[in-house]
Structure formats: structure tokens, C-alpha cells
């Protein structure tokens, strides 16, 4: 057990959309500290997806595609007696943007477009 709960590091919001969470996810894209690059592939995957959705904005759409990948429950292993069961559990706010994102980026990666701003825009 811990003494005292970890501090929540505070993120500075992205420059272009002004959003936290947008910056969260340039971070679990960033490969070796490129943090530019990052955000250079995520905004040009941004505006590929503006391009291909009419009715909304890459962001909005962005946003929705990571609800639609949260997952709202987990399955914990719990042991009773002698076995062992798989006990679904609700996940944490923060916990379910952070697989959600995790898993986007991931299935993005395994994609087989050319750069990867068109696999994130592709996922997405």
C-alpha cells in the first residue's frame, strides 16, 4: 500500500483545439519524446477526417470514435474458495479514456495504410 495517493500531474492543453485531452492522447502517441511529430501526425489525421465526414468536425468526430472504443466494464479476477472467477468491475473515468486511447492507437498501428497520420484518420 501506498503512504499517500499519487499527485495528478496537471497537462497543458494542446495549442490548436485548446484541450486537455487531446494533449493526453499526442502523449500516448509519441514515439521516443517527438512530441512535435506527434502532434504533427495528429493534426493532419484530423483534417484527413475532416475531409472525409461532412456533417461534423475531426475533432467531434475524433471524440466520438474514443467514447465508442471506452469500454465500460472489466473483467478482475477474483478468488473464492478453491477457484477462480472472472468478476466484471465498472472501470474509472480516467482509466477507460486511458485504454481507449491506448487501444486506438494501437489498432491504428497495426493498420496498413502508408504514414500513420492516414491509419490514425483511417481508425478514427
Known sequence: MRRRK?????????PKFNDTQVTKFVNNLMFSGKKN????????????????????????TWKKALE????????RSRRVGGATF?????VRESRKHSL???WLIGYARKRNEKTMA???AAEI
Open 68 to 75: 465508442n472504443v471506452n469500454p465500460p466494464v472489466e473483467v
Open 86 to 90: 472472472q468478476i466484471p468491475t465498472p
Open 118 to 120: 492516414q491509419k490514425l
Open 6 to 14: 499519487a499527485k495528478k500531474i496537471a497537462i497543458l492543453p494542446d
Open 37 to 60: 511529430l506527434a502532434f504533427k501526425i495528429f493534426y493532419d489525421a484530423i483534417e484527413i477526417v475532416d475531409g472525409k465526414v461532412e456533417e461534423t468536425t475531426g475533432l467531434e
Open 100 to 102: 481507449g486511447m491506448k
